[in-house]
């Protein structure tokens, strides 16, 4: 018997019905069989069923005599399933690549539970994608299994039959069916929840909810609206039959009277004729069903009352909220006058010779260039005071992002536009706000976020997809009051200033945060003192070949999250004593690209997810190779001088899309590979890390780590803080090691026709 019985009903879908269908039957994992149902619809969908199931076996189509809506034609299905489990996938929604694997290896893992929940995430007709809010509950229990009593936020998530697998036995023990009618989950998942001995939970998104911009069932004006009434007494007469599950009134109760005021409130669902009736239904399902000595609080209150009690709370609600609209407007017009006169009054103050100010990646905390720095400042003048913005000083303190010796002050606060008034050094590595102004006599030291190989600043102006949300004028605005903008390369130099036709001067210092990649290429391979502290704190063998994926994101793509590589897949096949791990862009980290089973299998030991490490230096010197796209990161690796391999399997779209200052496969830091194949191949060769790589990094460490010496912190606060114009680096001491060519030691020129560049 299959392992998985998808059952999918199908009623004027034809639109969608194919990317659904082969979203199933395009899994990695195929022991599947699919069950489609046509409910009698209007459209082609049942010619489509009859075309997938010709040409695979595994489809099993189910023509209905007449349309008995979606809950009965799950129950038609239900006795031609043989899997262990069963899925019911709605023919709008598709299943995320490699959705039936994850659950199949944490089915196994829990040793077959009664329900598996999993992650879905939401599609948007207009091409959004959002992940499910309360990710977290999943995280949370995502080791072990559990029963609703032990986990009850479980019940939380959202209460549909799609975010579940089911053992068919259970279900078949249960008796469980779909009634008629709208809501038909809520009689299905509440008793099948209550009930089920073992939950298992997995932290994955396995399903891509659609969200139709017409012709979803509930957001149609319907009276089948009332329909929910009946299914929570379906809930309540289960429950009754159930005595050991009485405990769970109370809050089935109050999750009855949300779920219909809920309903109620929103615009597109009942007919206005009908509103008044489905509150007075309502009222009256709430009483009939309160449980003795029940609280009442919140907005389920509003129940006890009547319809015209309601609708006014309703108005009086939306009255407070636009008076409280209309006074915040108030307050923040008030208050830049006061800052506008407050400037004022301060910037008739001296600047402080000795205050610095610094920021980085938007006031996240002590980080990048300017957290380099910083920390250099601190040796060799220490008489300089030094500065953090940190917008959230709690949250930086737990990732360890704000030091409790480090000073820091909130951004906007009167403290802050106090220290931004009289501070004679600004630090940061993305643009100041507007407010404060700069002062006369203020030095602005801008250090970027690394070499860019992507289109930057005033050339996105051709790329309307690329520069999306970003204005480009302010941006250059605020650019005008950089003094100096740092370069490792003098490609970086080129593209500064024809990205940013502003008025600072270019700063050959180097990159400040690579001085530590630098030192480390020095010595050798990882040690005590860079990579194998964060190797022991992640949990790597110290004898394994750590190999680095960190992947950029893409403007072609809405979100920028495209998954160009099956990650449990290359895990595998990078064989035994190798540990793969991944460090997606700082962009991607908070959207659903964790959800789409990176942070899975992490958890289950098949790689490390470095996303969240603080500081990516550590991530780089923990490694022994670097497989990335196109991300910035490959520049700054490339002074570790270890083999980096460019995976560019969509370089046309990406440079399309973006826009590119050079072709990175033309002149790569290593080999390079244009499909996944060709990418397992180069490490089960072991060409990875032949010659030949090795030729092409060293030329690419000459053209891009030029000026990288293991002194620009200190050259920085020297030359650029301190005024100390001739100073140079000590001469290396016996025994240690000079720069590698390519340094700030070795300039080489400039080769022509290697970039669409030209020097301003």
């Known amino acids: 018997m299959p392992r998985f019985s998808v059952i999918v009903p199908c009623f004027k879908v034809q639109g969608f019905l194919r990317e659904c269908l082969d979203s199933v039957l395009g899994q990695s994992f195929r022991d599947i069989e699919v069950i489609a149902v046509d409910d009698r619809s209007p459209d082609g969908s049942g010619a489509i069923l009859d075309e997938y199931a010709d040409r695979d076996r595994r489809v099993r189509v189910l023509h209905l005599p007449e349309n008995v809506g979606l809950g009965r034609a799950r129950n038609a299905a239900l006795p031609l399933a043989s899997g262990d489990f069963l899925l019911f996938l709605d023919s709008d929604d598709t299943l995320a690549p490699g959705a039936l694997r994850a659950m199949a290896d944490r089915l196994a893992e829990a040793a077959d539970p009664d329900v598996l929940v999993f992650d879905y995430a939401r599609t948007y007709w207009w091409g959004g994608t959002r992940r499910n809010a ?14 609703a009593a032990e986990r009850p936020d479980v019940l939380d998530l959202l209460m549909v039959v799609w975010n579940k697998a089911y053992r068919r036995e259970f279900v078949e023990e249960g008796r469980f069916e779909f009634p008629p009618g709208y809501y038909e989950d809520t009689p299905w998942t509440f008793p099948v929840m209550l009930s089920a001995g073992r939950i298992a939970a997995l932290d994955r998104i396995c399903l891509y909810y659609r969200q139709r911009r017409q012709g979803s069932i509930l957001s149609t004006t319907s009276r089948k609206h009332f329909d929910v009434h009946d299914q929570y007494e379906r809930v309540f007469a289960f429950v009754d039959s159930r005595p050991e599950l009485a405990c769970w009134r109370p809050y089935l109760h109050r999750k009855m009277g949300e779920h219909c005021l809920d309903i109620l409130a929103k615009p597109d669902r009942l007919p206005p004729s009908d509103r008044a009736e489905f509150f007075r239904r309502t009222a009256e399902l709430f009483r009939a069903h309160r449980p003795p000595g029940a609280v009442l609080d919140g907005d389920v209150r509003v129940l006890e009352g009547g319809y015209a009690a309601y609708r006014l709370r309703r108005q009086a609600g939306r009255a407070e909220r636009e008076l409280a609209r209309r006074a915040l407007k108030v307050r923040k017009a008030a208050a830049r006058r006061g800052k506008d006169g407050w400037a004022a009054l301060h910037a008739r103050r001296p600047l402080d010779p000795d205050l610095v100010l610094y920021s980085a990646f938007h006031s996240r905390g002590v980080l990048g260039d300017p957290a380099a720095v910083h920390r250099a400042a601190r040796e060799v003048a220490p008489h300089l005071r030094g500065v953090w913005v940190v917008r959230d000083p709690e949250q930086a303190r737990e990732t360890g992002l704000l030091p409790p010796e480090v ?20 630090v940061n590595n993305v643009n100041w706000p507007n407010a404060p102004a700069k002062r006369p006599g203020s030095v602005h030291i801008h250090t970027h976020l690394g070499t860019p190989l992507k289109y930057m600043g005033a050339d996105l102006l051709d790329r309307p997809g690329a520069r999306r949300g970003l204005d480009v004028p302010r941006m250059l605005d605020r650019a005008d009051r950089w003094d100096h903008s740092l370069v490792a390369n ?17 700063a050959r210092t180097g990159s400040p945060r690579n001085d530590v990649l630098v030192g480390a290429a020095a010595r050798g391979g990882p040690d005590a003192s860079d990579g194998s502290a964060v190797r022991a704190r992640l949990g790597i063998a110290a004898d394994h070949t750590v190999v680095l994926y960190a992947p950029t994101r893409r403007e072609y ?36 690209a964790r959800g789409t089973g990176l942070a899975e299998l992490h958890r289950r030991g098949v790689l490390v997810d470095a996303t969240d490490e603080p500081h990516v230096e550590e991530v780089m010197l923990a490694s022994d190779v670097l497989v990335t796209d196109y991300s910035a990161l490959m520049f700054d690796y490339a002074n570790l001088d270890r083999p980096i391999v460019v995976h560019a399997d969509d370089w046309a779209a990406y440079a399309a899309s973006r826009g590119v200052y050079f072709d990175v496969r033309a002149e790569p830091p290593g080999h390079v590979s ?73 300039v080489p020129a400039q080769a022509s026709g290697r970039d669409r560049l030209t020097s301003s």
């Not at 000073?407 to 050094?425: D, M």
């Not at 999250?561 to 700082?586: K, N, Q, S, W, Y």
């Open 134 to 147: 309360l990710a977290r509950v999943l995280a949370e229990a995502a080791d072990g299994t559990f029963t």
């Open 490 to 506: 003098r490609h970086s130099e080129l593209v500064w200033e024809r990205a940013y036709p502003c008025r600072f001067a270019s």
């Open 674 to 746: 244009r499909s996944y194949p060709e990418l397992v191949r180069l490490f089960a060769s072991g060409r990875w890390r032949d010659a030949e790589s090795a030729r092409l990094r060293t030329a690419f460490r000459a053209r891009f780590c030029e000026f990288d010496d293991g002194w620009a912190a200190e050259r920085v606060v020297r030359t650029l803080i301190l005024g100390e114009e001739d100073w140079t680096p000590p001469e290396p001491s016996a025994g240690t090691a000079a720069p590698s060519p390519g340094t700030a030691g070795q």
């Open 407 to 426: 000073e820091y002050v909130l951004p906007g606060t009167p403290r802050y536009r106090r220290l931004a008034a009289r501070a004679s050094y600004f």
């Open 557 to 592: 793509r809405r979100g920028g999250h495209v998954e160009r590589i099956d990650l449990a897949r290359f895990a595998e096949d990078l064989g035994a004593g190798h540990t793969l791990v991944v460090r997606l862009h700082p962009s991607l980290a908070a959207g659903p």
